[in-house]
């Protein structure tokens, strides 16, 4: 029976007098999802716009991913408008006895002051109070936001129409310091003013050449500003949205959502966050309506001619052949092209996609634009809230692997439009972790072999301890320095990242995740150094308990470039079996570190020094190794030593080359039945080959023997 010791770690390492620093969680919360249940509102109209009445569950066939469904519940308009009071109610009232949650209506205006003109901003005001005015009745609830550089509740649900118009009337102030579409249509012309200089300078002599140069600094200062204002406005307009529809998740019935924007500026993320909002409101059934107010004042070239008192009429054919085009691929837009269809500016790549233009389409809801009476389009807005059908099924396929799943709704006879959600993403029920949509996509395009990764990340991984009742597996990934993954810039080189590192148990379930995007940038100088020895990325994962798991990174690069890397955990044995052991955890490195260094795993900060995760486990006989590892369940004395018997071994094969002290045992701090062995051993004298590290843990209590190994090797 071994007893516990101080530790010894190159003699001056003090006993662990404090509780370690838990791994960090993942950056995504958890939540627990929703039922098995999919419900789906539809809204089906004729060619002129009119909704279509008398249907019958008979008349509908869902399908999800070509596969026929069977619907459960079916509920028609008819149980929307039943019990209600007129439309043209002069005053909001809280009415006597019971209403159907389905005639219960929730809507929430929300107004994108951060990118918007001062006469759109007023147009939309006047809209959607005449819109409060005319179509709010007894039953409605409707909340305002605003979102500038961040979300403001204006007014919280209310059925006082006067409070609702009061706060609408508030955002008709400035909005002094935030970057609006027509001021970045300024600053593009500052910038392609910059460049004709540029372009005239560079050719002449050496004054005027340094002119230019000049004029590069000013090209790109005013471009790199445009596009960090792009990314904290994008930023915050999908945060705040997701988090609208996300909190709506627990009122009942259909929830709408009316944006009023001018659309947003492109970057690299949109589609991460229209992904992100639509996963969240088609589980909380959230239809947005995304109303551009510019109309047709003149500020815009791209704009149509739509009168908006007419269904159809007052659209120039050519309108009507875009709408025709846009109900073909199943996009669902109101009143022909506009900036949402024509980006006016070249940010990056993403020029030309429109993410609330998805957003809308994805929900079921609608994009307006191009209309000088906004009236119309929020009393259709309005109509869409009563008139819709209400179907549910359960998913034939009840392997919840994170895809997307694409819903199909169809009506007997021709000449109907469907609009409803196109979908969702099939978490696995029970699982208390969210998967963000972007992420579920990327996992499922690796699992079904539409990700091709050109490139193969090196992986390390251990187990060791966190905390008192946690695990933490610290991964190291490693890049090859080529350029395939990185883009040239003008000052070096620039990778935008999605990071996604999962841990599996044996039957396949997600245990944890780290999901992260980087935007890196290397200097020439920086980038040199990267080629020759590669990149070497770090992060942690938390584990509740100690069991086997399968590790696995996706990278997915903005150039298109993927890697995709797998490495097994094995944790011999069982809760039931006695004492366990952890992996086996070795490093050649050892840093002095009074705190958790930056970009290190806390799990490896041991007192005052802090352990380094190696790329690989290989090893010079030059090298001091040091080995740390965790042995969980112990049986211990009545006197606090654990009883057990630990041995140390360096196998070269099956023969044993060494045996090693193993009494460098130490207590886990606030645990009664965790201890950790922690000691440094010299390497001198092996030869170049391949070893491993085998530990044998008896239990003396228990009678039980557990055995772990570590593969390493010397150069």
Known sequence: MLGIKRLALLALLPLLCAQQPQAPQPEASRFKTQSATVVVDVIVTDRKGNVVPGLTAGDFQVSENGV??????????????????????PNVSVQAGSFSTRSLRMITLVLDVSDMRGASLSTSIQAAMQFVDKAIVADDYVAV??????????????????????????????????????GRERTIVDINSLSDQIDTLSKGGAA??????????????????????????????????????????????????????????????????????????????????????????GESGVMGSFDASGASGGRRASQVARDNANAARGTAVYGGDSKFDVAYQNMNADRGRDGLRNVADQTGGLLIKNQNELRSSLERIDRDLREFYTLAYQPRDINYDGSFRKIKVEVSGGGHTL??????????????????????????????????????????????????????????????GD????????????????????????????????QKFVDARWSKDEWK??????????????????????????????????????????????????????????????????????????????ANYQLTLPTQQQFTSADKLTVYFGMDNVS??????????LALKLKSGDKVVKELPADSLHAWERSKNRIFFLDQFDLAGLAPGTYTLEATLRDLAKKTTTVNGAEFSIQ
Not at 434 to 448: F, I, R
Not at 488 to 514: C, E, N, Q
Not at 636 to 641: A, E
């Open 529 to 606: 150094v990267i080629e020759k020895k590669g990149l070497q990325i770090v992060s942690s994962l938390t584990i509740p308990k100690m069991q086997s798991l399968d590790v696995e990174a996706v990278l997915q690069f903005t150039n298109s470039a993927a890697a995709v890397g797998k490495i097994k955990l094995v944790m011999p044995g069982s809760d039931e079996s006695g004492a366990r052991l952890t992996s086996l955890f070795m490093t050649p490195r050892v840093d002095v570190s009074p705190t958790v260094r930056e970009g290190d795993p806390p799990a490896l900060h041991i």
């Open 145 to 182: 936001y605003a979102i500038g550089y961040d979300v403001r509740l204006v007014v919280p649900f209310s059925r006082d129409k006067q409070k609702v118009n009061e706060g609408l009337l508030s955002l008709s102030r400035g909005n002094a310091g935030i970057q609006t579409a027509r």
């Open 419 to 480: 609009r409803f959600r196109k979908g969702y993403y099939a978490l696995a029920a029970g699982e208390e972790m969210k998967v963000t949509p972007a992420t579920a996509q990327l996992l499922a395009s690796v699992e079904n072999g539409s990700l091709q990764a050109a490139i193969k990340p090196r992986l390390n991984a251990a187990m060791v301890f966190s905390s008192s009742s946690e695990l933490s597996v610290p991964v190291s990934i490693w890049l090859p």
């Open 68 to 89: 026929a469904q069977k619907i459960l519940s079916f509920e028609g308009p008819d149980a929307n408008l039943a019990g209600r009071p007129p439309a043209d109610s």
């Open 208 to 297: 005027d050449q340094a002119l230019a140069a000049m004029a590069e600094v000013e090209r790109l200062t005013l471009q790199t500003e445009m596009a960090m204002q792009a990314t904290m406005q994008t930023r915050v307009l999908f945060r705040a949205l997701r988090a609208i529809a996300q909190a709506s998740g627990n009122l009942p019935g259909r929830k709408n959502v009316v944006l009023f924007s001018e659309g947003l500026p492109m970057t690299r993320e949109t589609d991460e966050g229209v992904a992100s909002v639509v996963d969240a409101a088609n589980r909380a059934n959230v239809a947005f309506y995304v109303i551009d107010p510019s109309g047709l004042g």
């Open 483 to 514: 350029q395939n993954w990185v883009s040239k810039t003008d000052k070096g080189y620039a990778a935008g990242v999605t990071m996604v590192i999962t841990a599996r148990d044996t039957a396949g379930r997600l245990v944890d995740i780290f």
């Open 636 to 645: 211990m004395s009545d006197g606090g030593s654990p009883r057990i018997n």
